[in-house]
């Protein structure tokens, strides 16, 4: 018996096609895999909707997967698959700040969207997606260690500081911040932000932003702008990826801008190799 084409809202009956999706790769799919663990499958739990696409035989296999939340995350899927994506996407207003994912999936779905959600405010097409699953090459800073919730004041300068600088815009416009400091303050309590402090300031920042039962994604790394170009980055990544792969039995992986050409020989010089292409479609 064959299937019907197109893409339908998945629901926890789906959770074991979930989870087998999710697992043929799971650094790529961390982002996901981490909600999914915690939440299921039922969008009100897990913050979002889940989009799949059925493989042709009646096997219960997804062929195509797709995450439409605070951000879209295209997964998996061919152009059949994507394109289905991208009819369900267009039934509704954008709600999404961004478009992220496997390169493939996100450029793909991208030419679907952008005559009606375009234009983008920057198309990133090219970030490396990096994994590392030993012990870093580079020694870690013993100074970097995780925020306490009293110290959320100090850090959250250097957070809004990042993320103005990676992403391109202020995370305190339009709540005066409200949005963005509720998900530092979760990032600390969970023991999920990294710093060192010098004389009461922070110098380097790294947070884990997504955890799965295999794989922590580093995000936010940031070194203060004075202190750039003396290691602080990579002692301090060293620091978070060998508290994920020693300390909590999990891959450390990482994804960043191909012009970010320092950035990427710190990475390599930690020992993180690339696993395949991220895309970010921002708005």
């Given amino acids: 018996m064959l299937r019907v084409a197109g893409a339908r809202l998945l629901d926890d009956r789906d959770y074991p096609a979930v989870r087998a999706a999710l697992g043929v790769n799971p650094v790529a799919n961390c982002m996901v895999s981490a909600r999914v663990e915690i939440a299921g499958v039922d969008p009100w739990r897990l913050g979002g909707e889940l989009w799949g696409t059925d493989g042709r035989e009646a096997n219960g296999a997804l062929d195509g997967l797709c995450f439409a939340g605070p951000n879209m995350v295209p997964l998996s899927g061919g152009h059949a698959a994507i394109r289905s994506f991208a009819d369900r996407a267009l039934r509704r207003s954008r709600r999404c700040s961004s478009v992220v994912g496997p390169s493939e999936q996100v450029l793909g779905l991208w030419d679907e969207l952008a005559v009606d959600w375009g234009p983008a405010r920057e198309v990133r097409a090219e970030q490396p997606l990096m994994a590392?699953?030993?012990?870093?090459?580079?020694?870690?800073?013993?100074?970097?260690?995780?925020?306490?919730?009293?110290?959320?004041?100090?850090?959250?300068?250097?957070?809004?500081?990042?993320?103005?600088?990676?992403?391109?815009v202020d995370p305190r416009a339009g709540d005066g911040g409200a949005g963005y400091r509720a998900r530092v303050a979760e990032l600390i309590a969970n023991g999920r932000a990294f710093a060192r402090f010098e004389d009461g300031e922070v110098v380097f920042k790294a947070e884990i932003g997504a955890l799965s039962q295999?794989?922590?994604?580093?995000?936010?790394?940031?070194?203060?702008?004075?202190?750039?170009?003396?290691?602080?980055?990579?002692?301090?990544?060293?620091?978070?990826?060998?508290?994920?792969?020693?300390?909590?039995g999990?891959?450390?992986?990482?994804?960043?801008?191909?012009?970010?050409?320092?950035?990427?020989?710190?990475?390599?010089?930690i020992g993180f190799r690339q696993v395949g292409s991220f895309a970010t479609v921002l708005f």
């Avoid at 100074?143 to 391109?168: I, K, Q, S, W």
């Avoid at 936010?220 to 002692?235: C, F, K, N």
């Avoid at 620091?239 to 300390?247: D, E, T, Y």
């Fill in 132 to 168: 590392l699953e030993r012990q870093p090459d580079v020694l870690p800073d013993r100074l970097v260690r995780p925020v306490r919730p009293d110290e959320l004041e100090r850090y959250l300068p250097a957070a809004v500081a990042m993320f103005t600088e990676e992403v391109g």
């Fill in 214 to 248: 295999h794989v922590g994604q580093i995000q936010g790394v940031w070194v203060h702008p004075d202190r750039r170009g003396e290691g602080l980055g990579a002692a301090g990544t060293a620091a978070i990826a060998s508290r994920l792969v020693k300390g909590m």
């Fill in 250 to 269: 999990r891959v450390a992986s990482l994804y960043v801008n191909s012009f970010n050409t320092p950035a990427l020989a710190s990475y390599r010089k």
